[in-house]
């Protein structure tokens, strides 16, 4: 059993002050399968008060209001997370598994998770990769899930802020690089051709120093999940050509990006924004007790100083202008 501790600091930083921001937020780390969220809090400043709900897909989601005039935002969440080890993911299923995946689809309500979606889409370039890369219903659906995580890893290259967070998958198909949000989007939309469900995840992977992982440990990341006999949903990570396991704390699901960023919102005013972002993960084998408050990591203030460098601002807008730049998933 392993205890995760998330920090989590957003900062959006107006050129000049606005009058009013609306803001809902997905950082709460699901309770299901093999984790559970032990504690979880939120400050907000200015500070507001922070409604929160379930959505369909039992994501935690908070949102706020903040009515009078402040020239930033500062989030930071909080969570303690209980991580049991994963059951033993085989190499591959039995010789019928084509067809009694196709059973569990007819008998069960995947259409969300089989229907194109706002970011994984089937594009004339999506099905050049599907041809050069052989995505066809073969072997049995974890083998080819196996061989396809780990040929995405190899085809495009790890490199971030070669893509926005509404960039469309095209491209990344074209320029073959991109963050873990476009690693999955491509593999959402590869897989779904097949009849197999594939849903979007956004949560943490823990880096440890003899894990050769390409993304960035102070961001989110993103991975995919798709449903398979005997095992239910099981989580591929292209980015780091991982089977999702021990590492990978899950906060929300949805069929793509759009209906699990981390943050979104609206705020009314003339002025561009910036965005910083600080994520840390410490691991310990040991809960801290719970009314004490978790210790914070020796690196934390420097990483929230330094945060991560932000987006170019963006030319000023309407009077209601929509915070797009949210947080992209690296």
Known sequence: MIFYSIRHLTKFVYSRPVSESVMELRMHPRSDSNQRCLTFSL??????????????????????DIPGQHDQLVVVAESLVEHQPLAHIPSFLALD??????????????????????????????????????????????????????RLYDYFSYSPRTTRVDSPIDDA???????????????????????IPCRYVSGYLYHRKEDQDRSISDATHAWVEALLPHLGWVGFDPTNALIAGDRH???????????????????????????????????????????QEMPIPEDWSMLVERAQAPPPPPAAEPLLQLQQAQQQQQ
């Open 97 to 150: 598994a084509w067809k009694e995946l196709d059973t569990i689809v007819a008998e069960g309500d995947y259409w969300e998770m089989l229907l194109p979606s706002e970011f994984a889409l089937t594009t004339p370039a999506l099905e050049d990769l599907a041809r050069e890369l052989n995505v066809v219903r073969r072997d049995d659906p974890m083998m080819l899930l196996r061989e396809l995580n780990h």
């Open 43 to 64: 400050s907000v400043s200015p500070r507001s008060r922070v409604f929160s709900y379930r959505d369909h897909l039992s994501n935690n989601v908070h949102h706020f």
């Open 249 to 291: 704390i899950r906060t929300a699901l949805g069929r793509d990006y759009a209906d699990v960023p981390p943050t979104r919102g609206v705020f009314i005013g003339r002025t561009t924004s910036d965005l910083y972002v600080a994520v840390q993960v410490t691991a310990s084998e040991k809960p801290p007790a719970l009314d």
């Open 173 to 195: 198909l074209k320029s073959r690089q991109g963050v873990c949000q476009d690693f999955a989007h491509i593999m959402i939309a590869l897989v779904r051709r097949l009849g």
